[in-house]
């Protein structure tokens, strides 16, 4: 076999090779966007179904079998939701409320914990950081009673206050987490040109790692916000007055007996409707943020 006919048959088998190589990249691409298409939908149709039920009449969202789709659009559950008890309003506030101080509190406490365990030389801080994270594998749930009798003494049941530290309480080691390893992935040279400049501790922290890591910041702050937006179990707990209630709290509660004698599924449904658009709203501003700080804080 001549040397040009053994360059052909190879020049014939690359191309055939990249044809089929092409052929099942196209095929696998496809294939992806189907999976993901089937899970989205999977992720997006009981939020739809939500929002459909409460634009329901109250007789047709207790109708048995139900119906996918309403036959008038009403905003009834919506008007019984927005005077419901204390009002729709107050209970939205104090939700509100406890997330803010909630952020507020898991950046104060994570932001200088993560700082100094990520860049000073603290002997065993290695020992005592995976002893702050072994606080994940206890359930918050088993915490509870003893939190609630520390809250009596101190008088911070029933308060805004009190319910954003158990909160806090929750997330702190996985914020911990996230920031710790943060500061860890800056690099070095940042740190020395600021200090050779003369600049101390907390200049540094102000001025070269806060904007560097302002991906991690958001990250922290906005699962500090789901959390405590979305807690229930913590702030049946801690509080028993109505007036301390959060919209968790009160979405539970509005499972009340109607006079079909079943459960107004509609005001229910609404109120889940107008707990989740905060949520969506705040995971679509911050996205690129927050996926860029949760790498930063998984990867070294």
Known sequence: MSVQTVE???????????????????????LTAAVCLALSTIMVLPILVSVLAS???????????????????????????WTYQAGLLHYVGN???TALLTIALALGLTIPAGY???????????LFFVFLLMALIIPYQALLTPMFLMFVQLKLTNTIVGLAILHTTI??????YIMRNSFEAVPNELEEAALIDGG????????????????AIVTVALFAFITSWNELLGSLVINSKESAFTLPVILAAA?????LGGTDWGMLQAGVTISIIPCIGVYLLLQKYYVSGLLSGALK
């Open 171 to 176: 997330q702190l080691p996985f914020s911990l």
């Open 116 to 126: 100094a365990l990520g860049r000073f030389p603290i002997p065993g801080k290695e």
């Open 95 to 97: 939700s509100l409320g």
């Open 55 to 81: 634009l329901k009449t109250t007789a047709e969202a207790a109708a048995v079998p139900p119906t996918y789709f309403p036959s008038t659009i009403s905003l009834d559950s919506y008007a019984r939701l």
């Open 255 to 259: 499972r009340t007996e109607t006079s």
């Open 200 to 215: 101390g501790p907390w200049q540094v922290l102000t001025k070269v790692f806060l904007p560097a890591l302002t991906p």
């Open 8 to 30: 052909s048959t190879a020049r014939e088998v690359s191309r055939t090779g990249g044809r089929a190589g092409r052929l099942f990249a196209g095929r696998n691409r496809y």
